[in-house]
């Protein structure tokens, strides 16, 4: 696509009065503002044809220059990256087109006003901006960012609006990241710890055949086994172990750095030795949270009945409903939840942090359930806010999904709620749970949801036949400044429980985010030190084996 401004007009009009003809001035109407172009380059240095989506980034340079003094402590320091931030979700412009094949050498026009967020880069204030284009090559931005493949430009200085078309230039593909990297300059003990860390992990890249079944290709499940300290796989003894799963944005790679510190801590007897497994829940679409999904297939199935088992074969695990445990934080604590709840005679209690939403009547403070329900706007017309600093609102329902549709319609948060709780449409895609323009929610979408994976209505309804196998066993922690609203679901949640007269435990840690929740003092770490011991009196009551005591 070549350059171009346009322009609306209007036609030559006649007015005919008392029966005479006059040619009246043909006039302009008011010009609709010029769609604003920018000019890519695959550079001639990668040299094979590509394919992804093309994003375009811009940003004020004074906020950039003043943020990258900031990340700098006050030196100078040059801006190497112009990304966009759901957290600041109006700071960044970003734009977007699709690209099937491109040839290295080869031109594209990128009209950064047809697709773009928060607006249109020709109604953007006149001034500096920085600008950087990235390719997502496997369509994986909503999910993980830029991450190893994608290709990036230079960040250039541009002045808005300009007559010229600015051009920039992909010139190199970002390099995989080694997650057990420890740099050079690390004290010996630390490097020390990390190998012993990953001589007692393995990698867990198991082909699932109900998976494979359902995808019609092999489909791998994938994490990590963690085995204690002292391990010995011929031992009579058995482990209890403890699956623990990421939330959003979480994979294979960045379970290492919380894998690490597990060892590390059984290592100094600050958590019982059980054999942990760090359980992967990414996909292309999201994250499947180990859900049963007519869209992303039978994940819930496959772990309890294949994966579990083929584990349990090969380590000393205790297999038995006592020896099973489960842990998750955010999509990982609805994850577990949800497995807890599904499969209840398969674990033995889960302890799930700040989990998504658990009872729909309040889906990040929005009741999907409400006549006529918007999740872009309150009855009163103002926004719903989806992220928060304590109270400050960082950012709204709205700003969130129209930045993720720019991003891409795969992956991002969202959209991966939809093909995990969603039927499949007509096209084969989930079906929207709401309409991305005006927030107006399906409320036909909302019955299957309801049906299928609302668990305080499953648990409501379904109580008689799981109470044998699940009371006592729902352990839930979220804090009370939770940044996605999160403690109101799960209120509700322990409402339902308590009025079925169920043994639970529900935990509201006051003013604490959804980023600081494990954290006391210095140690990042401690509710999860907390939670292994209250696993480990579980598994093994009879064990002299205790928490140390606080401070020691």
């Not at 058995?238 to 060892?263: C, E, H, M």
């Not at 349990?312 to 998750?328: I, Q």
């Not at 319609?409 to 309409?435: C, I």
Request: hydrophobic share 40%.
């Amino acid at each position: 696509m070549h350059y171009r401004r346009h322009v609306a007009l209007i036609s030559l009009g006649f007015l005919v009065v008392a029966g005479l003809a006059r040619t009246q001035s043909a006039q302009s109407a008011p010009s609709a503002p010029a769609h604003r172009f920018f000019q890519v380059q695959l550079g001639s240095a990668l040299t094979r044809p590509t394919a992804g989506r093309l994003l375009l980034f811009a940003m004020e340079a004074k906020s950039a220059e003043a943020s990258a003094r900031a990340g700098a402590e006050g030196k100078d320091s040059k801006v190497d990256q112009v990304d966009a931030n759901p957290f600041r979700a109006t700071e960044t412009t970003v734009a977007a087109r699709e690209v099937s094949r491109w040839e290295p050498g080869q031109s594209l026009d990128l009209d950064a006003d047809n697709l773009a967020f928060p607006s249109g880069y020709s109604q953007l204030p006149p001034g500096d901006y920085l600008v950087q284009a990235v390719l997502d090559v496997d369509h994986s931005y909503n999910y993980t960012g830029r991450d190893a493949g994608d290709l990036v430009s230079e960040v250039i200085k541009v002045h808005l609006p300009t007559d010229s078309i600015p051009t920039l230039t992909l010139v190199k593909a970002l390099p995989a990241h080694d997650p057990w990297a420890v740099p050079a300059s690390a004290p010996a003990a630390m490097r020390e710890a990390v190998l012993e860390a990953r001589r007692h992990a393995v990698l867990v890249d198991f082909v699932s055949p109900s998976l494979t079944a359902f995808w019609g290709r092999p489909t791998t499940m994938r994490g990590w086994v963690l085995t204690p300290p002292n391990y010995d796989a011929k031992a009579a003894i058995r482990y209890s172990t403890v699956y623990s799963t990421q939330g959003f944005g979480g994979n294979n790679d960045r379970a290492v750095g919380p894998l690490i510190g597990v060892y590390g801590a059984m290592a100094k007897g600050d958590m019982p030795p059980m054999i942990w497994v760090f359980l992967d829940e990414s996909s292309p679409t999201g994250t499947h949270e180990f859900a049963d999904s007519v869209n992303n297939g039978p994940w819930g199935h496959a772990l309890t009945t294949e994966l579990i088992p083929d584990l349990e074969s090969h380590y000393r695990m205790d297999a038995s409903a006592k020896g099973r445990f489960l842990n998750g934080h955010s999509s990982g604590g609805w994850a577990t939840l949800w497995l807890q709840t599904r499969y209840p005679k398969m674990f033995g209690g889960t302890w799930s942090t700040s989990p998504d939403p658990s009872d729909f009547h309040d889906y990040t403070g929005i009741d999907l359930y409400a006549p006529n329900a918007n999740v872009y706007r309150k009855p009163d017309g103002s926004a719903y806010p989806l992220v928060r600093d304590h109270a400050k609102v960082l950012g709204s329902f709205e700003q969130f999904s129209k930045m993720e549709r720019v991003l891409g319609s795969y992956g991002g948060q969202m959209a991966s709620f939809e093909w995990v709780f969603s039927p499949r449409g007509k096209d084969g895609q989930p079906e929207p749970l709401f309409n991305r323009d005006t927030g107006a929610v399906d409320p036909m979408v909302v019955a299957y949801w309801r049906d299928h994976y609302d668990i305080a209505h499953r648990l409501q309804k379904e109580w008689p036949q799981l109470k044998p196998d699940l009371d006592g066993k729902i352990h839930l922690i979220v804090g009370t400044a939770d940044t996605f609203y999160l403690d109101g679901a799960a209120h509700k949640l322990q409402a339902v429980l308590e009025g079925l007269h169920a043994k639970c435990d529900f935990r509201f840690l006051p003013d604490k985010t959804h980023f600081d929740l494990y954290t006391q003092g210095q140690d990042r770490q401690a509710l999860l030190k907390q939670f292994s011991w209250e696993m480990y009196a579980m598994a093994r009551p009879e064990s002299k084996l205790k928490a140390p005591a606080a401070g020691k």
